[in-house]
Protein backbone atom coordinates (compact mmCIF):
# COMPACT_ATOMS: atom_id res chain seq x y z
CA UNK A 1 0.00 0.00 0.00
CA UNK A 2 1.01 3.62 -0.75
CA UNK A 3 0.56 6.96 0.34
CA UNK A 4 -0.18 9.41 -1.99
CA UNK A 5 -0.39 13.25 -1.38
CA UNK A 6 -2.41 16.03 -2.93
CA UNK A 7 -1.72 19.29 -2.31
CA UNK A 8 -4.88 21.69 -3.68
CA UNK A 9 -8.11 20.80 -3.90
CA UNK A 10 -9.52 22.04 -7.45
CA UNK A 11 -9.39 21.02 -10.70
CA UNK A 12 -5.86 19.35 -10.63
CA UNK A 13 -6.43 18.21 -7.33
CA UNK A 14 -9.92 16.08 -7.78
CA UNK A 15 -9.18 14.54 -11.25
CA UNK A 16 -5.99 13.20 -10.44
CA UNK A 17 -7.44 11.61 -6.90
CA UNK A 18 -10.10 10.67 -9.43
CA UNK A 19 -7.99 8.97 -11.97
CA UNK A 20 -5.39 7.28 -9.22
CA UNK A 21 -8.62 6.09 -7.57
CA UNK A 22 -9.10 4.00 -11.15
CA UNK A 23 -6.22 2.12 -10.85
CA UNK A 24 -6.10 1.64 -6.84
CA UNK A 25 -8.77 1.61 -5.14
CA UNK A 26 -6.57 0.23 -1.71
CA UNK A 27 -3.75 3.40 -1.32
CA UNK A 28 -4.10 5.98 1.13
CA UNK A 29 -4.71 9.77 -0.87
CA UNK A 30 -4.43 12.83 1.36
CA UNK A 31 -5.73 15.81 0.07
CA UNK A 32 -4.57 19.24 1.43
CA UNK A 33 -6.17 22.35 1.21
CA UNK A 34 -5.29 25.87 2.16
CA UNK A 35 -9.18 26.86 1.89
CA UNK A 36 -12.14 25.91 3.69
CA UNK A 37 -14.24 24.85 1.34
CA UNK A 38 -14.82 21.72 0.07
CA UNK A 39 -14.07 21.52 -3.75
CA UNK A 40 -16.07 23.90 -6.20
CA UNK A 41 -16.12 24.72 -9.16
CA UNK A 42 -13.41 27.68 -9.45
CA UNK A 43 -14.56 29.13 -12.85
CA UNK A 44 -18.27 30.15 -11.38
CA UNK A 45 -17.61 31.99 -8.72
CA UNK A 46 -18.45 35.14 -11.05
CA UNK A 47 -21.46 33.90 -11.59
CA UNK A 48 -21.76 33.67 -7.96
CA UNK A 49 -21.73 36.51 -7.30
CA UNK A 50 -23.85 37.78 -10.06
CA UNK A 51 -26.60 35.31 -8.34
CA UNK A 52 -26.51 33.32 -10.92
CA UNK A 53 -25.63 29.80 -9.20
CA UNK A 54 -26.21 29.64 -5.72
CA UNK A 55 -23.83 27.69 -3.39
CA UNK A 56 -25.51 24.57 -4.04
CA UNK A 57 -24.40 24.00 -7.43
CA UNK A 58 -20.83 25.58 -6.71
CA UNK A 59 -19.58 22.34 -5.26
CA UNK A 60 -17.58 20.36 -7.92
CA UNK A 61 -18.17 16.85 -6.25
CA UNK A 62 -21.09 15.88 -3.80
CA UNK A 63 -20.74 15.92 -0.22
CA UNK A 64 -19.58 12.25 0.25
CA UNK A 65 -16.97 12.10 -2.71
CA UNK A 66 -13.98 12.38 -0.27
CA UNK A 67 -15.69 9.43 1.93
CA UNK A 68 -16.87 7.67 -1.21
CA UNK A 69 -13.04 7.55 -2.55
CA UNK A 70 -11.68 7.23 0.67
CA UNK A 71 -9.57 10.20 0.71
CA UNK A 72 -8.37 12.07 3.92
CA UNK A 73 -9.23 15.56 3.83
CA UNK A 74 -6.95 18.50 5.41
CA UNK A 75 -8.67 21.61 4.63
CA UNK A 76 -7.58 25.27 5.79
CA UNK A 77 -4.00 23.53 6.38
CA UNK A 78 -0.82 25.46 4.40
CA UNK A 79 2.01 23.45 3.57
CA UNK A 80 5.45 25.00 4.23
CA UNK A 81 7.80 23.05 2.37
CA UNK A 82 8.94 19.87 0.39
CA UNK A 83 11.63 17.91 0.98
CA UNK A 84 12.16 15.46 -1.83
CA UNK A 85 14.93 14.03 -0.48
CA UNK A 86 13.11 12.70 2.87
CA UNK A 87 10.14 12.06 0.27
CA UNK A 88 7.93 14.11 2.75
CA UNK A 89 6.13 17.57 3.13
CA UNK A 90 6.45 20.07 6.21
CA UNK A 91 2.66 21.60 7.29
CA UNK A 92 2.51 25.29 8.56
CA UNK A 93 2.17 23.35 12.36
CA UNK A 94 5.67 22.03 11.94
CA UNK A 95 4.07 18.37 11.52
CA UNK A 96 5.30 16.53 8.55
CA UNK A 97 3.63 13.50 6.05
CA UNK A 98 5.65 11.66 4.19
CA UNK A 99 4.59 10.05 0.30
CA UNK A 100 5.46 7.92 -1.94
CA UNK A 101 4.23 9.80 -4.84
CA UNK A 102 3.45 13.60 -4.43
CA UNK A 103 1.51 15.93 -6.51
CA UNK A 104 2.02 19.37 -6.47
CA UNK A 105 -1.54 21.82 -7.43
CA UNK A 106 -1.15 24.46 -5.85
CA UNK A 107 -3.20 26.69 -7.91
CA UNK A 108 -2.00 30.63 -8.53
CA UNK A 109 -3.01 33.57 -6.66
CA UNK A 110 -3.95 36.93 -8.04
CA UNK A 111 -1.31 39.38 -9.02
CA UNK A 112 -1.76 43.10 -7.53
CA UNK A 113 -0.09 45.96 -8.36
CA UNK A 114 2.79 47.68 -6.37
CA UNK A 115 0.50 50.64 -5.92
CA UNK A 116 0.13 52.67 -2.56
CA UNK A 117 -3.16 51.82 -1.18
CA UNK A 118 -3.58 48.73 -2.39
CA UNK A 119 -3.69 47.03 0.93
CA UNK A 120 -7.11 49.14 2.19
CA UNK A 121 -10.03 47.27 2.65
CA UNK A 122 -12.47 47.17 0.11
CA UNK A 123 -9.42 46.04 -2.01
CA UNK A 124 -10.19 42.35 -3.35
CA UNK A 125 -8.14 39.74 -5.79
CA UNK A 126 -11.18 37.38 -7.54
CA UNK A 127 -9.81 33.98 -6.98
CA UNK A 128 -11.70 32.35 -4.12
CA UNK A 129 -15.28 31.55 -3.07
CA UNK A 130 -14.24 33.69 0.31
CA UNK A 131 -12.83 36.58 -1.72
CA UNK A 132 -16.46 36.49 -3.48
CA UNK A 133 -18.64 36.02 0.02
CA UNK A 134 -16.05 38.98 0.99
CA UNK A 135 -17.10 41.05 -1.96
CA UNK A 136 -21.10 40.57 -1.07
CA UNK A 137 -20.92 41.58 2.47
CA UNK A 138 -20.06 44.99 0.79
CA UNK A 139 -22.38 45.31 -1.55
CA UNK A 140 -25.78 46.59 0.32
CA UNK A 141 -23.07 49.61 0.97
CA UNK A 142 -21.58 49.68 -2.85
CA UNK A 143 -22.50 52.18 -5.12
CA UNK A 144 -19.88 52.47 -7.30
CA UNK A 145 -17.09 50.03 -7.83
CA UNK A 146 -13.69 49.80 -10.40
CA UNK A 147 -12.75 46.76 -11.84
CA UNK A 148 -8.65 46.99 -12.44
CA UNK A 149 -7.41 44.73 -16.05
CA UNK A 150 -9.61 43.74 -18.63
CA UNK A 151 -8.81 40.44 -19.21
CA UNK A 152 -11.11 37.59 -18.66
CA UNK A 153 -11.03 37.60 -14.99
CA UNK A 154 -11.68 41.33 -14.96
CA UNK A 155 -14.80 41.40 -17.15
CA UNK A 156 -16.60 38.57 -15.92
CA UNK A 157 -16.22 40.21 -12.36
CA UNK A 158 -17.01 43.79 -13.63
CA UNK A 159 -20.27 41.41 -15.28
CA UNK A 160 -21.08 39.68 -11.86
CA UNK A 161 -21.21 43.39 -10.68
CA UNK A 162 -23.25 44.96 -13.06
CA UNK A 163 -25.87 42.42 -13.17
CA UNK A 164 -26.13 43.23 -9.07
CA UNK A 165 -26.78 46.34 -10.16
CA UNK A 166 -23.03 48.00 -9.27
CA UNK A 167 -21.84 51.07 -11.15
CA UNK A 168 -18.71 49.16 -12.43
CA UNK A 169 -16.02 50.89 -14.43
CA UNK A 170 -13.70 48.83 -16.04
CA UNK A 171 -9.62 50.25 -15.71
CA UNK A 172 -7.64 48.82 -18.78
CA UNK A 173 -4.05 49.60 -19.46
CA UNK A 174 -4.14 48.55 -23.00
CA UNK A 175 -6.52 50.09 -25.87
CA UNK A 176 -8.74 47.02 -25.27
CA UNK A 177 -9.67 44.23 -23.21
CA UNK A 178 -8.93 40.70 -23.31
CA UNK A 179 -5.64 41.65 -24.57
CA UNK A 180 -4.29 38.21 -23.75
CA UNK A 181 -6.87 36.41 -26.00
CA UNK A 182 -8.20 38.50 -28.42
CA UNK A 183 -6.94 40.31 -31.24
CA UNK A 184 -8.50 43.53 -31.79
CA UNK A 185 -11.29 43.39 -34.17
CA UNK A 186 -12.61 40.76 -31.57
CA UNK A 187 -12.07 42.69 -28.91
CA UNK A 188 -14.02 45.87 -30.66
CA UNK A 189 -17.23 43.36 -30.64
CA UNK A 190 -16.76 42.67 -27.12
CA UNK A 191 -16.30 45.91 -26.24
CA UNK A 192 -19.51 47.30 -28.32
CA UNK A 193 -20.76 44.91 -26.39
CA UNK A 194 -20.45 45.75 -22.50
CA UNK A 195 -20.78 49.29 -23.66
CA UNK A 196 -24.09 48.53 -25.18
CA UNK A 197 -25.34 46.71 -21.82
CA UNK A 198 -23.95 49.79 -19.65
CA UNK A 199 -20.55 48.58 -19.01
CA UNK A 200 -17.94 51.40 -18.54
CA UNK A 201 -14.44 50.55 -19.88
CA UNK A 202 -11.63 53.37 -19.46
CA UNK A 203 -8.39 52.77 -21.98
CA UNK A 204 -4.91 53.49 -21.16
CA UNK A 205 -4.87 53.86 -17.80
CA UNK A 206 -3.99 52.23 -14.82
CA UNK A 207 -4.36 52.97 -11.47
CA UNK A 208 -1.75 54.87 -9.84
CA UNK A 209 -3.28 55.07 -5.86
CA UNK A 210 -5.76 53.56 -3.62
CA UNK A 211 -7.36 56.30 -1.68
CA UNK A 212 -8.57 56.39 1.79
CA UNK A 213 -8.14 56.56 5.39
CA UNK A 214 -8.29 52.57 6.54
CA UNK A 215 -11.55 51.80 3.61
CA UNK A 216 -10.92 52.68 0.58
CA UNK A 217 -12.63 55.84 -1.08
CA UNK A 218 -11.81 55.87 -4.38
CA UNK A 219 -9.03 55.52 -7.32
CA UNK A 220 -6.60 57.72 -8.62
CA UNK A 221 -5.86 57.08 -12.44
CA UNK A 222 -2.74 57.78 -14.40
CA UNK A 223 -3.89 60.15 -15.51
CA UNK A 224 -4.61 62.38 -12.04
CA UNK A 225 -8.68 61.79 -12.45
CA UNK A 226 -10.05 60.44 -9.02
CA UNK A 227 -12.99 57.68 -9.39
CA UNK A 228 -15.08 57.79 -6.26
CA UNK A 229 -15.69 53.95 -5.48
CA UNK A 230 -15.93 51.81 -2.26
CA UNK A 231 -14.64 48.45 -4.14
CA UNK A 232 -12.15 47.76 -6.04
CA UNK A 233 -11.55 44.02 -7.36
CA UNK A 234 -8.08 43.45 -9.04
CA UNK A 235 -7.69 41.21 -12.48
CA UNK A 236 -4.37 41.72 -13.22
CA UNK A 237 -3.61 38.49 -13.93
CA UNK A 238 -1.79 35.69 -11.90
CA UNK A 239 1.08 33.68 -10.37
CA UNK A 240 1.59 30.50 -10.03
CA UNK A 241 1.99 29.20 -6.11
CA UNK A 242 5.44 27.96 -6.09
CA UNK A 243 6.99 29.37 -2.59
CA UNK A 244 6.63 25.90 -0.71
CA UNK A 245 8.96 24.41 -3.59
CA UNK A 246 11.71 27.44 -3.87
CA UNK A 247 15.72 26.31 -2.87
CA UNK A 248 14.24 22.63 -3.43
CA UNK A 249 15.70 20.24 -5.92
CA UNK A 250 12.46 20.83 -8.17
CA UNK A 251 12.87 23.44 -10.90
CA UNK A 252 10.77 26.02 -11.42
CA UNK A 253 10.81 29.00 -14.04
CA UNK A 254 7.32 30.88 -14.05
CA UNK A 255 5.64 28.00 -12.48
CA UNK A 256 6.81 24.49 -11.95
CA UNK A 257 8.44 22.87 -14.82
CA UNK A 258 6.91 19.34 -15.95
CA UNK A 259 7.96 17.16 -18.78
CA UNK A 260 5.56 15.03 -21.17
CA UNK A 261 4.69 12.99 -18.28
CA UNK A 262 3.83 15.77 -15.21
CA UNK A 263 6.54 14.99 -13.46
CA UNK A 264 8.71 17.62 -12.35
CA UNK A 265 12.47 17.74 -11.80
CA UNK A 266 11.57 14.73 -8.86
CA UNK A 267 10.62 12.06 -10.23
CA UNK A 268 8.28 10.89 -7.88
CA UNK A 269 6.92 14.31 -7.43
CA UNK A 270 4.17 15.94 -10.30
CA UNK A 271 2.49 18.51 -10.92
CA UNK A 272 -1.10 19.76 -12.53
CA UNK A 273 -2.65 22.85 -12.73
CA UNK A 274 -2.48 26.27 -12.83
CA UNK A 275 0.99 25.92 -10.86
CA UNK A 276 2.87 23.90 -13.42
CA UNK A 277 4.75 24.91 -16.71
CA UNK A 278 4.14 22.23 -19.46
CA UNK A 279 5.19 22.13 -23.19
CA UNK A 280 2.81 24.51 -24.95
CA UNK A 281 1.87 22.98 -28.48
CA UNK A 282 1.68 26.00 -30.34
CA UNK A 283 4.09 28.44 -28.58
CA UNK A 284 6.51 25.66 -29.05
CA UNK A 285 8.07 25.86 -25.09
CA UNK A 286 6.93 25.80 -22.23
CA UNK A 287 4.59 28.01 -20.14
CA UNK A 288 1.68 28.41 -17.57
CA UNK A 289 -1.62 27.83 -19.16
CA UNK A 290 -3.89 28.38 -16.32
CA UNK A 291 -7.00 26.84 -17.34
CA UNK A 292 -9.69 24.66 -15.92
CA UNK A 293 -10.31 22.14 -18.94
CA UNK A 294 -5.73 21.80 -19.07
CA UNK A 295 -6.17 21.46 -15.07
CA UNK A 296 -8.72 18.14 -14.98
CA UNK A 297 -6.44 17.15 -18.08
CA UNK A 298 -3.29 17.13 -16.11
CA UNK A 299 -4.61 16.52 -12.76
CA UNK A 300 -5.68 12.87 -14.12
CA UNK A 301 -2.84 12.35 -16.42
CA UNK A 302 -0.92 13.07 -13.42
CA UNK A 303 -2.65 10.52 -11.57
CA UNK A 304 -2.62 7.82 -13.63
CA UNK A 305 1.27 8.31 -13.97
CA UNK A 306 1.42 8.76 -9.95
CA UNK A 307 -0.84 5.43 -9.54
CA UNK A 308 2.10 3.48 -11.99
CA UNK A 309 1.13 3.82 -15.31
CA UNK A 310 3.41 5.59 -18.26
CA UNK A 311 1.36 8.05 -19.77
CA UNK A 312 2.47 10.97 -22.30
CA UNK A 313 0.43 14.67 -21.74
CA UNK A 314 0.25 15.81 -25.39
CA UNK A 315 0.82 19.60 -24.64
CA UNK A 316 -1.28 22.13 -23.00
CA UNK A 317 -2.73 25.42 -25.00
CA UNK A 318 -4.15 28.44 -24.54
CA UNK A 319 -7.99 28.12 -25.07
CA UNK A 320 -11.13 29.91 -23.35
CA UNK A 321 -14.22 30.23 -24.18
CA UNK A 322 -16.75 32.93 -22.48
CA UNK A 323 -20.39 34.60 -22.99
CA UNK A 324 -20.77 38.32 -22.34
CA UNK A 325 -25.02 39.23 -22.67
CA UNK A 326 -25.09 36.36 -25.02
CA UNK A 327 -22.18 36.86 -27.06
CA UNK A 328 -19.89 33.99 -27.58
CA UNK A 329 -16.36 33.99 -28.12
CA UNK A 330 -13.90 31.35 -28.06
CA UNK A 331 -10.09 31.91 -28.40
CA UNK A 332 -7.04 28.95 -29.50
CA UNK A 333 -3.70 28.92 -29.28
CA UNK A 334 -1.93 32.18 -31.03
CA UNK A 335 -4.34 34.74 -31.70
CA UNK A 336 -2.25 36.99 -33.13
CA UNK A 337 0.40 37.37 -35.28
CA UNK A 338 2.98 40.29 -35.77
CA UNK A 339 2.94 41.93 -39.23
CA UNK A 340 5.38 39.73 -41.70
CA UNK A 341 5.82 37.19 -39.54
CA UNK A 342 6.99 34.45 -42.11
CA UNK A 343 5.10 31.16 -42.66
CA UNK A 344 2.28 32.81 -41.17
CA UNK A 345 -1.37 33.25 -42.87
CA UNK A 346 -4.35 34.65 -41.74
CA UNK A 347 -7.33 33.68 -42.92
CA UNK A 348 -10.80 35.83 -41.63
CA UNK A 349 -14.05 37.15 -42.19
CA UNK A 350 -15.85 40.03 -40.24
CA UNK A 351 -19.55 41.46 -40.13
CA UNK A 352 -19.39 43.80 -37.69
CA UNK A 353 -23.33 44.84 -37.72
CA UNK A 354 -24.21 41.28 -36.87
CA UNK A 355 -21.12 40.98 -34.48
CA UNK A 356 -19.66 38.29 -36.19
CA UNK A 357 -16.11 37.38 -36.58
CA UNK A 358 -13.68 34.17 -37.78
CA UNK A 359 -10.33 33.77 -38.04
CA UNK A 360 -7.77 30.85 -38.78
CA UNK A 361 -4.12 31.58 -38.15
CA UNK A 362 -2.39 28.88 -40.44
CA UNK A 363 1.17 28.44 -40.27
CA UNK A 364 2.61 26.47 -43.14
CA UNK A 365 -0.91 25.42 -43.48
CA UNK A 366 -1.07 23.88 -39.74
CA UNK A 367 -3.33 25.76 -38.21
CA UNK A 368 -1.88 27.34 -34.91
CA UNK A 369 -4.88 29.74 -33.63
CA UNK A 370 -8.17 30.51 -33.88
CA UNK A 371 -11.05 33.43 -33.06
CA UNK A 372 -14.21 33.51 -33.05
CA UNK A 373 -16.85 35.83 -32.11
CA UNK A 374 -20.87 35.02 -32.37
CA UNK A 375 -20.72 31.50 -34.01
CA UNK A 376 -18.03 29.36 -32.29
CA UNK A 377 -19.50 26.50 -34.08
CA UNK A 378 -16.88 24.34 -35.65
CA UNK A 379 -14.60 25.55 -32.55
CA UNK A 380 -13.85 21.61 -31.60
CA UNK A 381 -12.67 21.04 -35.11
CA UNK A 382 -9.94 23.97 -35.11
CA UNK A 383 -8.55 22.80 -31.90
CA UNK A 384 -8.59 19.49 -33.26
CA UNK A 385 -6.92 20.44 -36.54
CA UNK A 386 -4.35 22.69 -34.13
CA UNK A 387 -3.71 19.61 -31.14
CA UNK A 388 -3.48 16.82 -33.96
CA UNK A 389 -1.36 18.37 -36.62
CA UNK A 390 -3.47 18.33 -39.12
CA UNK A 391 -2.15 19.37 -42.87
CA UNK A 392 -4.59 21.42 -44.39
CA UNK A 393 -3.22 22.50 -47.48
CA UNK A 394 -5.95 20.14 -49.05
CA UNK A 395 -9.12 22.02 -47.53
CA UNK A 396 -8.40 25.22 -46.66
CA UNK A 397 -10.47 27.66 -48.77
CA UNK A 398 -13.38 25.49 -46.76
CA UNK A 399 -12.09 26.04 -43.42
CA UNK A 400 -14.18 29.32 -43.11
CA UNK A 401 -16.87 27.82 -45.12
CA UNK A 402 -20.51 27.70 -43.68
CA UNK A 403 -20.88 24.14 -44.64
CA UNK A 404 -17.28 23.47 -43.33
CA UNK A 405 -17.24 20.53 -40.37
CA UNK A 406 -16.03 17.03 -39.29
CA UNK A 407 -16.64 15.09 -42.32
CA UNK A 408 -13.78 17.79 -44.22
CA UNK A 409 -11.66 16.53 -41.81
CA UNK A 410 -12.83 12.68 -41.42
CA UNK A 411 -10.59 10.98 -43.86
CA UNK A 412 -7.57 12.42 -42.30
CA UNK A 413 -8.34 11.52 -38.66
CA UNK A 414 -8.43 8.08 -36.66
CA UNK A 415 -12.04 7.77 -37.06
CA UNK A 416 -14.21 5.15 -35.60
CA UNK A 417 -16.93 3.08 -37.41
CA UNK A 418 -19.87 5.64 -36.86
CA UNK A 419 -20.44 5.24 -40.53
CA UNK A 420 -20.56 2.35 -42.34
CA UNK B 1 -25.83 -0.40 -25.15
CA UNK B 2 -27.28 0.93 -28.36
CA UNK B 3 -25.79 3.66 -30.61
CA UNK B 4 -26.64 5.58 -33.35
CA UNK B 5 -25.10 4.18 -36.92
CA UNK B 6 -24.87 5.91 -40.54
CA UNK B 7 -25.23 4.16 -43.69
CA UNK B 8 -23.91 6.77 -46.08
CA UNK B 9 -24.45 5.10 -49.33
CA UNK B 10 -27.65 5.87 -48.24
CA UNK B 11 -28.12 8.95 -46.98
CA UNK B 12 -29.62 11.44 -49.23
CA UNK B 13 -28.94 14.99 -47.36
CA UNK B 14 -32.97 15.63 -46.73
CA UNK B 15 -32.54 16.69 -43.17
CA UNK B 16 -35.42 15.06 -42.06
CA UNK B 17 -33.80 13.93 -39.52
CA UNK B 18 -33.08 17.18 -38.20
CA UNK B 19 -36.38 18.51 -38.12
CA UNK B 20 -37.46 15.29 -36.45
CA UNK B 21 -34.75 15.93 -33.74
CA UNK B 22 -35.95 19.56 -33.05
CA UNK B 23 -39.56 18.40 -33.21
CA UNK B 24 -39.19 15.67 -30.83
CA UNK B 25 -37.05 18.29 -27.81
CA UNK B 26 -39.10 20.91 -28.42
CA UNK B 27 -42.14 21.76 -25.68
CA UNK B 28 -44.75 20.75 -27.84
CA UNK B 29 -43.55 17.82 -29.64
CA UNK B 30 -45.55 18.69 -32.63
CA UNK B 31 -43.89 20.18 -35.54
CA UNK B 32 -46.73 23.77 -36.15
CA UNK B 33 -46.35 24.15 -32.57
CA UNK B 34 -42.59 23.80 -32.30
CA UNK B 35 -42.05 26.63 -34.49
CA UNK B 36 -43.96 29.19 -32.52
CA UNK B 37 -42.46 28.54 -29.69
CA UNK B 38 -40.64 31.25 -28.01
CA UNK B 39 -36.86 29.73 -27.54
CA UNK B 40 -37.44 27.19 -30.86
CA UNK B 41 -35.77 24.16 -30.53
CA UNK B 42 -32.86 23.33 -32.71
CA UNK B 43 -32.18 19.94 -34.24
CA UNK B 44 -28.76 18.06 -32.00
CA UNK B 45 -27.96 16.84 -35.35
CA UNK B 46 -26.58 18.28 -38.14
CA UNK B 47 -26.06 16.73 -41.86
CA UNK B 48 -23.13 17.88 -43.29
CA UNK B 49 -21.48 17.17 -46.90
CA UNK B 50 -18.18 16.49 -48.12
CA UNK B 51 -16.78 14.90 -51.47
CA UNK B 52 -20.56 14.22 -52.30
CA UNK B 53 -21.62 11.83 -50.08
CA UNK B 54 -23.75 13.24 -46.41
CA UNK B 55 -22.89 12.91 -43.35
CA UNK B 56 -25.34 13.34 -40.42
CA UNK B 57 -23.36 14.23 -37.17
CA UNK B 58 -24.27 14.44 -33.49
CA UNK B 59 -22.95 13.63 -29.81
CA UNK B 60 -21.15 10.19 -29.68
CA UNK B 61 -20.88 9.54 -26.42
CA UNK B 62 -17.47 9.04 -26.41
CA UNK B 63 -15.81 7.04 -23.59
CA UNK B 64 -12.79 9.52 -23.07
CA UNK B 65 -15.33 12.25 -23.29
CA UNK B 66 -13.34 16.10 -23.74
CA UNK B 67 -16.99 17.89 -23.01
CA UNK B 68 -16.91 15.99 -19.71
CA UNK B 69 -13.06 17.45 -18.80
CA UNK B 70 -13.51 21.06 -20.04
CA UNK B 71 -17.04 21.75 -18.17
CA UNK B 72 -16.06 24.04 -15.42
CA UNK B 73 -19.23 23.93 -14.02
CA UNK B 74 -19.51 20.15 -13.46
CA UNK B 75 -22.77 20.10 -15.41
CA UNK B 76 -21.51 17.43 -17.61
CA UNK B 77 -21.19 13.35 -15.97
CA UNK B 78 -20.18 10.19 -17.87
CA UNK B 79 -22.53 7.30 -17.14
CA UNK B 80 -20.63 4.05 -18.11
CA UNK B 81 -23.88 1.77 -17.94
CA UNK B 82 -25.72 4.14 -20.08
CA UNK B 83 -22.59 4.81 -22.04
CA UNK B 84 -23.65 8.48 -22.08
CA UNK B 85 -22.33 12.02 -21.33
CA UNK B 86 -25.41 13.17 -19.05
CA UNK B 87 -25.89 16.99 -19.11
CA UNK B 88 -27.61 18.53 -15.93
CA UNK B 89 -29.00 21.64 -17.15
CA UNK B 90 -30.09 23.15 -13.58
CA UNK B 91 -25.87 23.52 -13.33
CA UNK B 92 -25.13 24.50 -16.67
CA UNK B 93 -24.48 28.28 -16.59
CA UNK B 94 -23.98 28.46 -20.79
CA UNK B 95 -19.98 28.97 -20.92
CA UNK B 96 -19.45 27.03 -24.40
CA UNK B 97 -16.51 25.08 -22.81
CA UNK B 98 -18.09 22.13 -24.09
CA UNK B 99 -18.46 23.46 -27.69
CA UNK B 100 -14.86 24.53 -27.53
CA UNK B 101 -13.96 21.04 -27.12
CA UNK B 102 -15.99 18.53 -29.20
CA UNK B 103 -13.75 16.85 -31.59
CA UNK B 104 -16.62 16.51 -33.55
CA UNK B 105 -18.55 20.10 -33.22
CA UNK B 106 -21.30 17.83 -32.31
CA UNK B 107 -22.71 20.06 -29.38
CA UNK B 108 -24.51 23.43 -30.72
CA UNK B 109 -24.85 26.45 -28.54
CA UNK B 110 -28.56 27.56 -28.12
CA UNK B 111 -27.51 31.04 -27.66
CA UNK B 112 -30.90 31.86 -26.71
CA UNK B 113 -31.82 29.41 -24.12
CA UNK B 114 -27.83 29.64 -22.83
CA UNK B 115 -27.60 26.03 -22.85
CA UNK B 116 -25.49 23.39 -25.57
CA UNK B 117 -27.34 21.40 -26.95
CA UNK B 118 -26.52 17.44 -28.11
CA UNK B 119 -28.00 14.25 -28.84
CA UNK B 120 -29.47 12.60 -25.54
CA UNK B 121 -30.63 9.45 -27.85
CA UNK B 122 -34.13 10.32 -27.21
CA UNK B 123 -33.40 8.85 -23.68
CA UNK B 124 -37.20 7.81 -22.68
CA UNK B 125 -38.32 6.71 -25.91
CA UNK B 126 -37.67 3.32 -27.43
CA UNK B 127 -36.03 4.33 -30.32
CA UNK B 128 -34.54 8.05 -30.99
CA UNK B 129 -36.73 10.32 -33.21
CA UNK B 130 -33.95 10.75 -36.23
CA UNK B 131 -34.50 6.41 -36.56
CA UNK B 132 -37.99 6.80 -37.05
CA UNK B 133 -37.69 9.79 -39.33
CA UNK B 134 -35.17 8.68 -41.98
CA UNK B 135 -36.90 7.41 -45.43
CA UNK B 136 -34.18 5.67 -46.57
CA UNK B 137 -33.35 3.84 -43.59
CA UNK B 138 -29.56 5.17 -43.33
CA UNK B 139 -29.40 5.98 -39.81
CA UNK B 140 -28.87 2.65 -37.74
CA UNK B 141 -29.88 2.22 -34.60
CA UNK B 142 -28.30 -0.62 -32.46
CA UNK B 143 -26.23 -2.79 -30.14
CA UNK B 144 -22.67 -1.35 -30.15
CA UNK B 145 -20.60 -4.36 -30.43
CA UNK B 146 -22.21 -5.66 -33.61
CA UNK B 147 -21.27 -2.64 -35.74
CA UNK B 148 -17.45 -3.21 -34.28
CA UNK B 149 -17.03 -6.47 -35.52
Given at each position: MKQFIIIGNSAAGISCVEAIRTKDKASKIIVISDEDYLAYCRCLISYYLAGEVKEDKILLRQKDFYRENNIELFLNKRVIQIQPKKNRIILEDKTFLNYDALLIATGASPKFPDIAGIKKRGVFGFRTLKDVKEIEDLLPVTKTACVLGGGLIGLKAAYALHKRKIETKIIVKSKQVLSQMLDEPAAKIVQDKLSENGLEVIFGQDASEVIGNGDLKAIKLESGKVIGCSLVIVGKGIKPNIDLVKDSEIKINEGIIVNDFLRTTVPNIYAAGDCAESFDLTLG??????LWPIAVEQGKIAGLNMAGENIKYDGSLGMNSLEFFGLPVVSLGIYKVKAQEAGYEELKTIDEKLKLYKKIILKNNFVVGAVLVGNIKNAGIFLRLIKERIDTSSFKERLLSENFGYPEIMDLVKEEKFYV | MKNLYYD????????SCEIACAVAHSVSGEL?????????????????????????????????????DACMAAALIYDKEKGMVLHDETRCVGCWMCVMVCPYAAIRP????KIPLRCDKCKDKDEPACVKACPTKAIIWQEEEIVSK
Open positions: AHTVNA | IDKCLGCKFKAIKEEILSLPRKKVLSSKGKNYPISCRHCKDPKCVNLKA
